[in-house]
């Protein structure tokens, strides 16, 4: 009461607040952003200009994720739109400035070539690709779709389209690969590349020569050299976090009360009259009619299931996250395989009939009656037979003939005549497939089988650990803002997980699983390095810092060198070696430098590898660049400082015609032409990607 007195009282003030916060939110938006639709709020992407607008973008991300199925990544639908789209813009720009198009002929081959293989656009005569048949598709789904059903309409629509664009980019590649056939002139320059040799006189003074400590590289050294290759070191934003994670699992508590609820379940089972209708009610898992061999059984209840007496019951036993009883009601002797062979019989109506059979149900028992009969009369005639009438085609040639397989394998009817009745017995049986007339040629390894009833029950934490585990990771958000992440955790006796270089789209977290919140939180700007976020999970909660932001850039230094500090080091050691070596005969330079002269022979361009000394194409090309008899200059290597002495050159001989060695140029040229071409536009083009701010 004394609250509402106090709101009475001070009303006009609160009207007075709440009217300005209002006001000063619109004035936000006006002044804030200059209109009232931001760009950004309704563009994904802007490439060259061309805008991808969200809700027509996000309409093509929602219809992958329906094309893939449920359980689908939406980043990983997302990132296929956004190929698609990308491809689309970059190829769109350049089939108008070179004035391509699709010529009607050339979709309308292409439409015939990839429905050739449909059967519902094949004539049933003929079973080849009928155009006829097409087009009155193509006039139901029109028909339909003024109906106000448009979805088959629609993916006509979008199945044209694709085939268009598909004819543009074929001939846009044509063109490009057109215009790049390898000369014969380059086939000649390839062909002595390959064939061309020299041996030579070589000293090699390794780097390794120099200890490492005696040629420190500092960060200054490291910072020019990535800023001197940016385009080798540029990188997408990142970040880094840790986080300690605090999972819904069953207490030991919830453990023992799941078993104690089994346990109540024990004498029920056993004196239940109905077991089917028992497990269906108590148990997590449907009944299973079938029978069970002491291999069917987990390994470590099999011995304990298959003594049991009738009607006794085994558990509870703990198997993953889940409790167990299993109740043994019948047992028998069985085979654990067996072979037979069938004749099959289908009939118009059967989901797993094909659309040619016309048959109804009446006329295929007909048949199939029939066909018993003369096969009991005579069973030679079974091979014949099956040849004639069965509609299994995998096997109607080889007589029929399943092989021998193991029970459940075939569907229940089938397999319960098989393993019902006695090896030369030939009977009818009906299945979701047709008729089957079916033979049992052969029963093996005939052993105890039991039918059990099983009742599961998943070991759930409870709500107190639910609320326990919740509790826990409040209690350490709030210790860790307050003291330092590390220290709490260690304090608490939590594990810290750190994930390092997660990108701006990145959906999945090793350990955590896919969870775009704690990336679009990580990536906030508003967000500070050392900042804490309680986030949920599948499983409970995750309590994460933000360790580490790099903006889109250059690679840091600590980052970059580890690759860039060896190449560096090898720099100011060659310039050691050169520095240290006056004389420009290759035998007095090996003195002073006390390394040995080594020969090699047949050396090419085409592998350029120097035995003894590795792969070392610069000093190799340095020497095919000299003369015989002539020595090079001192080379910086990939392994060490060389010199070469070029003894002779060994050129192979002219040929009439280098059309071969063309062709095997133009061949290794012209698969990556597409890759290539697309990744040259994606390169050039300009790009603002703002998908981080929708998923």
């Known amino acids: 009461m004394a609250i509402l007195n106090d709101i009475r009282k001070h009303g006009i003030f609160l009207i007075i607040i709440i009217a300005l916060a209002l006001f000063a939110f619109v004035l936000s938006g ?69 004035g391509l198009s699709a010529e009607k002929e050339q979709i309308s081959n292409s439409i015939s070539l990839a429905l050739s293989n449909n059967p519902a656009f094949q004539n049933k005569e003929t079973g ?42 074929n001939n846009y590649f044509n063109l490009l690969k057109g215009g790049l056939i390898t000369t014969l002139a380059e086939g000649e320059q390839e062909y002595h590349f390959q064939n061309d040799n020299i041996d030579i006189e070589f000293i090699q003074i390794p780097y390794t020569k120099i200890a490492d400590e005696d040629v420190p590289v500092s960060d200054k050294e490291i910072e020019s050299y990535i800023r001197a290759h940016a385009k080798d070191f540029e990188v997408e934003p990142q970040v880094d976090i840790q986080y300690v994670s605090f999972t819904e699992d069953p207490s030991q508590a919830d453990v023992d009360a799941a078993k104690a609820d089994m346990i109540t379940l024990i004498s029920r089972l056993k004196n239940a009259t109905d077991n089917e209708e028992f497990v269906n009610a108590n148990s997590e898992i449907n009944y299973t009619d079938r029978w069970y061999l002491k291999s069917d059984l987990p390994a ?70 029939s066909i018993l009969a003369v096969v009991k009369r005579n069973n030679s005639k079974f091979e014949s037979l ?218 090419n361009m085409a592998s350029p590898t120097i035995a003894g000394a590795g792969t070392e194409p610069k000093v190799i090309g340095a020497a095919f660049g000299v003369k015989a008899g002539e020595t090079t200059k001192l080379i910086d290597g990939i392994n060490g400082v060389y010199m070469v002495k070029v003894l002779t050159v060994n050129k192979a001989p002219e040929l009439q015609d280098y059309s071969n060695f063309a062709n095997q140029l133009n061949a290794t040229l012209v698969p990556s032409i597409n890759n290539n071409a697309f990744n040259a536009l994606k390169n050039a083009a300009t790009i603002e990607d703002n998908r981080a701010d929708f998923y």
């Open 386 to 603: 099956a040849a004639d009438f069965s509609e299994d085609l995998s096997n109607k040639d080889k007589a029929g003939d399943l092989g021998y397989f193991t029970p459940g394998r075939m569907v229940k009817p089938f397999n319960d005549y098989i393993f019902d009745n006695e090896v030369g017995d030939i009977g009818l049986v009906e299945t979701e497939f047709g008729f089957h007339i079916v033979e049992i040629e052969d029963q093996k390894n005939i052993q105890k089988v039991v039918k059990v009833a099983n009742v599961l029950k998943k070991i759930e934490a409870s709500e107190e650990t639910i609320n326990n585990v919740f509790s826990n990771a409040t209690k350490f958000e709030l210790a860790a803002k307050e003291g330092k992440f590390d220290e709490m955790s260690k304090e608490k006796g939590y594990t810290v997980k750190p994930v390092n270089k997660i990108g701006e789209l990145d959906a999945t977290i090793p350990g955590i699983g896919e969870n775009r919140s704690i990336v679009t939180w990580a990536f906030n700007e508003d967000t500070a390095i050392g900042d804490i976020k309680r986030v949920n999970t599948n499983n409970g909660y995750v309590v994460v810092q933000l360790t580490r932001r790099n903006p889109k850039g250059l690679l840091s230094i600590a980052e970059a060198s580890a690759e860039v500090v060896p190449i560096l080091r090898n720099e100011k050691k060659a310039k050691k070696i050169r520095e240290a070596i006056s004389s420009s005969d290759l035998k007095e330079v090996a003195a002073s430098q006390n390394v040995t002269v080594k020969k090699a022979s047949a050396v």
């Open 128 to 169: 080849l690709f009928d155009k006829n048949v097409m087009y009155e598709y193509i006039a139901n789904a029109k028909a339909s779709a003024d109906a106000g059903n448009p979805s088959a309409y629609n993916a006509w629509l979008d199945f044209e389209n694709n085939i268009a664009n598909s004819v543009l980019e």
């Open 30 to 98: 006006v002044f804030g952003n200059g209109n009232s639709s931001p760009k950004g709020e309704t563009t994904v992407a802007t490439i060259n200009g061309v805008d991808l607008p969200r809700e027509e973008f996000m309409k093509k991300v929602e219809a992958r994720q329906r094309s893939l199925g449920g359980n689908a990544a939406t980043n990983q639908s997302m990132n296929y739109v956004w190929q698609q789209e990308l491809r689309r813009v970059l190829l769109e720009e350049q089939y108008e400035a070179l």
């Open 300 to 369: 470590e209840i099999a011995d304990d299931v298959m003594a049991l007496e009738l009607n006794n019951v085994h558990g509870p036993f703990k198997e993953g996250n889940t409790f167990n009883i299993v109740k043994v009601f019948e047992t028998r002797q069985m085979a654990d395989s067996a072979k037979a062979r069938h004749i099959l019989i289908r009939y118009q109506g059967l989901q797993t009939a094909p659309q040619d059979v016309t048959k109804t149900k009446e006329e295929a028992r007909k048949l199939a009656d």
